[in-house]
Structures are given as C-alpha cells and as structure tokens.
C-alpha cells in the first residue's frame, strides 16, 4: 500500500512565523503536490512537482513556497504565517503524467493565532 | 483555467434510496474525471474515475456518467448504506497540463438509517 506521511496532524503557530510542513511517500512517486482544503471551497491546488528541484505553482500559491531536494520529500513552507492560512493541507502524489490516482496524507490542520 | 462547479452541497437520504452528486466542467480540453470520497476525520481516497473517450463506468454500487458536450459527470450511487456517509468530490484534469486537478467543492452525503 502506498503510504504518503504528514510530519503533523495539528500545529498551531504564530502571525509571522515561519512554517514547514513536510510529506513524505514511501513509492517512487514523481508527482507530489500541496492541497489546501477549506469548508465548501473543496482542494485547491498550492504547488505541485513533477520532479526533483521541479516545482509548479497551482492555483494559490501567494504566500506559499515549496522544496523538492529528494524525490520521496516534499516540503511546503509558508514564510511569514497568516491568520487566512489557517486551513486544513494535504499533501498527495500520483506516479505517471496522465491523470493519475491520488494518493492523500492524512492532513495538517494548521492553525496561525 | 478550468472551472469545476459541483451539486448539491449537502444530500441526505435514506439508507436503500439511490444518491446522485452532479458536476459541471469548463474547458473541453479536460480528459480525465475521478471522484473521491473523504470519511470524516480521514484522507480523501479514489472511489471510481472515467476518461473522455468512455461514456458510463459502474463498479457494484456507484457508477460515473460523463456527457462531453455538455461537459458534465455525475456520479450515481445506488442501494445507499450508512458507511456511504461522507464529503464526495469530483475533479476533472486537462491533458496539456497533466496532473493539474480541479477540484468541485464537495457534497455532503448523509444516508439515514
């Protein structure tokens, strides 16, 4: 079975800090990619890779930034923490370049006070 | 960029009765239709997809319809029991820029005992 790792479940921080929040999959997947889930607004899209140091941006990706340096590790990092980025991320990767299953962490829920 | 507007947000229905969630899509160019289902509380997992050349897929209970000139899918659950109960969400990704889903916002299924 596939198995793609969220570092956190819940993590609560503080306007301005820096946050890391970090997904591991354990299938050579190429595609990685940060969700972001909020109430009746479904998953949208933050970054995706396809590769290694290969990074896209989706369809929010203001006050967002990622990392790929290893091909099992991707790392989503919000450089100055919000409040409006308080929100449930998932993370999610899919192996092959058409349309490919999904396969979700569990989830962060990020808090930023 | 892609639009996908999904129908109703909330379903209740009584355990036995059939379910339908409707989804609407913008560009023609997208191929690719999967539908996920997320338990509370859990990661979101693939539950049945279609591509643009097929018109209908089953799998036991649920089944997925796309009409290409319309640009709509629906998916149909039929015989619903209590462990039905969940947020469905259908996506559509386009075939020039793989990998890139567009999600609806989900529908809230409460199947009634």
């Known amino acids: 079975d596939v198995k793609v790792t969220q570092s956190s479940r819940y993590l609560v921080k503080r306007t301005g800090e820096k946050v890391f929040l970090e997904c591991v999959q354990d299938?050579?997947?190429?595609?990685m990619f940060w969700y972001r889930q909020d109430p009746g607004l479904g998953l949208r899209l933050i970054y995706f890779?396809?590769?290694?140091?290969?990074?896209e941006k989706g369809d929010i990706p203001e006050g967002y930034s990622v990392s790929r340096e290893k091909k099992e590790r991707f790392s989503l990092i919000l450089e100055s923490a919000s409040t409006n980025q308080t929100s449930m991320y998932l993370c999610a990767s899919s192996f092959g370049r058409e349309g490919e299953k999904l396969f979700f962490g569990s989830g962060t829920q990020l808090s930023v006070l | 960029g892609e639009n996908v507007e999904q129908h109703p947000s909330t379903l209740s229905v009584q355990e036995g009765d059939s379910a339908v969630i409707k989804c609407t899509y913008s560009?023609?160019?997208?191929?690719?239709f999967p539908w996920y289902k997320q338990e509370l509380g859990k990661r979101p997992q693939l539950i049945i997809d279609i591509r643009s050349n097929v018109g209908e897929k089953k799998d036991q209970r649920i089944a997925v319809t796309l009409n290409k000139t319309a640009k709509h899918f629906s998916l149909h659950i039929t015989e619903t029991q209590p462990e039905d109960s969940a947020v469905y969400f259908c996506a559509a990704a386009h075939r020039y820029n793989f990998n890139k889903f567009y999600f609806g916002s989900g529908t809230k299924l409460n199947v009634k005992p």
């Open positions: 560009d023609s160019a997208s191929n690719y």
């Open positions: 299938m050579d997947h190429e595609n």
């Open positions: 890779s396809y590769d290694v140091k290969m990074k």
